[in-house]
């Protein structure tokens, strides 16, 4: 059974930080991505990275937002900087083949954590 539970997530000022993490469980690591959904809008790519830590980016994040994984601990971390308003969403991992920006390209989700940034 994979799982996957997303912590990390809370309300913060703009300008301000947060660390995403994402702790995997019943599979082998694969390419991990994080999404994010905002009320009223589509679920969209965020970040992603491949087993052997190639990164894809969606370009309003960045220079902002980093994602990175401890492949001993099984886990997948999105370090938030910068946050401004308009990153507000619930951020959701999940597991793909590749870092496709395509949510249909990944078949296991998390619950989701809510980010808030408010001005």
């Known amino acids: 059974q994979v799982q996957l539970v997303e912590s990390g997530g809370g309300s913060v000022q703009a300008g301000g930080s947060l660390r995403l993490s994402c702790a995997a469980s019943?599979?082998?690591?694969?390419?991990m991505g994080w999404f994010r959904q905002a009320p009223g809008k589509d679920r969209e790519f965020v970040a992603g990275i491949t087993w052997n830590v190639n990164t894809r980016y969606a370009d309003s994040v960045k220079g902002r937002f980093s994602i990175s994984r401890d492949n001993a601990k099984n886990t997948v971390y999105l370090q938030m900087n910068n946050l401004k308003p308009e990153d507000t969403a619930v951020y959701y991992c999940?597991?793909?083949?590749?870092?496709?920006?395509?949510?249909?390209?990944?078949?296991?989700w998390g619950q989701g954590t809510q980010v808030t940034v408010s001005t």
């Open positions: 019943g599979h082998t690591f694969n390419a």
């Open positions: 999940a597991r793909g083949n590749g870092v496709s920006v395509a949510s249909s390209e990944y078949d296991y």
